[in-house]
T-cell receptor, first 112, second 110 residues
Framework: NAGVTQTPKFQVLKTGQSMTLQCAQD?????MYWYRQDPGMGLRLIYY???????DKGEVPNGYNVSRLNKREFSLRLESAAPSQTSVYFC???????????FGDGTRLSIL | KNEVEQSPQNLTAQEGEFITINCSYS?????LHWLQQHPGGGIVSLFM???GKKKHGRLIATINIQEKHSSLHITASHPRDSAVYIC????????????FGTGTRLQVFP
């Protein structure tokens, strides 16, 4: 049972490059989330998807786009990476409102 | 908007000690989450509770809705309990979007 799978685990980009972080879950969950974690700060929600075909902005959406491709997959895209987007990114999923969230292992992203 | 504060920020203990980690939040919520982040970075949900107390093994979580406060207790602590413990609450009552505390880093020494 893989749970929530994130790829890649590590990535180094140059300022201005673009990339997509992939997330897939095999638990048939409705809700999916993208967070970033920075030193000294709590996890912050970037984008949220309550169901296939719907997305909603979180606390820090600027500079990011998301796609809920199907029920399993929720991708996060950086169109033009900036050093301020250096962070650890976590994807999570849950059955829905008021349910526990299951996290992927994270993607460590450095932007030079 | 809800705010979350955890205390202490850092905690060291000897194996076998009883541990308490606290979480306070500012507005009414439907449920509070406790999570554990391992030294390797992985995050695991420990508890979700909206009232009273929950127990899982040596971990006990309590919540006082009136006082907007929750505690996570670890009985008979062990070095493998060393991790960051994170409290999270919904941004407002009827939403799934969470606000996270900055975490309590626990180190348990043998």
């Amino acid at each position: 049972n893989a749970g929530v799978t994130q790829t890649p685990k590590f990535q180094v980009l140059k300022t201005g490059q673009s990339m997509t972080l992939q997330c897939a879950q095999d638990m048939n969950h409705n809700s999916m989330y993208w967070y970033r974690q920075d030193p000294g700060m709590g996890l912050r929600l970037i984008y949220y998807s309550a169901s296939e075909g719907t997305t909603d902005k979180g606390e820090v959406p600027n500079g990011y786009n998301v796609s809920r491709l199907n029920k399993r997959e929720f991708s996060l895209r950086l169109e033009s990476a900036a050093p301020s987007q250096t962070s650890v990114y976590f994807c999570a999923s849950s059955e829905g409102w008021g349910q526990p969230q299951h996290f992927g292992d994270g993607t460590r992203l450095s932007i030079l | 908007k809800n705010e979350v504060e955890q205390s202490p920020q850092n905690l060291t203990a000897q194996e076998g000690e009883f541990i308490t980690i606290n979480c306070s939040y500012s507005v009414g919520i439907s449920a509070l989450h406790w999570l554990q982040q391992h030294p390797g970075g992985g995050i695991v949900s420990l508890f979700m509770l909206s009232s009273g107390k929950k127990k899982h093994g040596r971990l006990i979580a309590t919540i006082n809705i009136q006082e907007k406060h929750s505690s996570l207790h670890i009985t008979a602590s062990h070095p493998r309990d060393s991790a960051v413990y994170i409290c999270a609450v919904p941004r407002s009552y009827n939403t799934d979007k969470l606000i996270f505390g900055t975490g309590t880093r626990l180190q348990v020494f043998p």
